[in-house]
């Protein structure tokens, strides 16, 4: 990730960057090797151990999202049909006396397999179907619902992110809404622990 190194504590290994350096995504952060001293003070040879750090960086992430103030909603008429249907293998069959060219439905069904024996089962499948019409209606969101939307999304978003162990720094999102769009947008800056584990040959 790329950042700002706002600590690191150092278990093996000889740490590459210190706190205050700004760091780019694939950059070696500690080395696998601790160096060896002679009398004068001079390098001698290198032990060579898994490097293992706790390295936390500043990053900064640029939010933004947007919602329609136009949404369309599913509403119920209040008309119902009910009925069976019997499904044989991949063939279904319905008895609602519902047809095609009327209102969309929600099905509800309850539904039963043929048993011969306690553990025996056939293909067969019955039961009741319920059948709810509604309509598809365009409402529009007021700007508090809009605002209270968006804001439950950003919630969520940062939620997620708590929950990996990341730090909420600074969190400057600001959520307007307009005519026709709400949008929230801007910059929340966040703490996490960088760096993953790569193996290498011993004196490479």
Known sequence: MNGTVKEIITRSGTPLVKAGDVIKKGQPLVLGQVAIYDDAGEVSDYQYCAADADIYVETTYRYKQSLSMKYIKKEYTGKEVSGGFLRILNKGFAFT??????????????????????????????GKIRCREYKLVEKTYTKEEAVRKLQGILDKFL????EKGV?????????????????AEGIITFIEKAGKR???NLGE
């Open 159 to 162: 939620f997620k992110n708590k």
């Open 97 to 126: 006396g519902r047809r095609k060219s009327e209102e969309k439905f929600d099905a509800i069904q309850t539904e039963h397999q043929l048993r011969l024996f306690e553990h025996f089962y056939l293909p067969v499948h019955w």
């Open 167 to 183: 730090q909420i720094l600074e969190n400057n999102v600001k959520i307007e809404a307009g005519l026709k769009n709400c949008t």
């Open 198 to 200: 790569v193996e290498r």
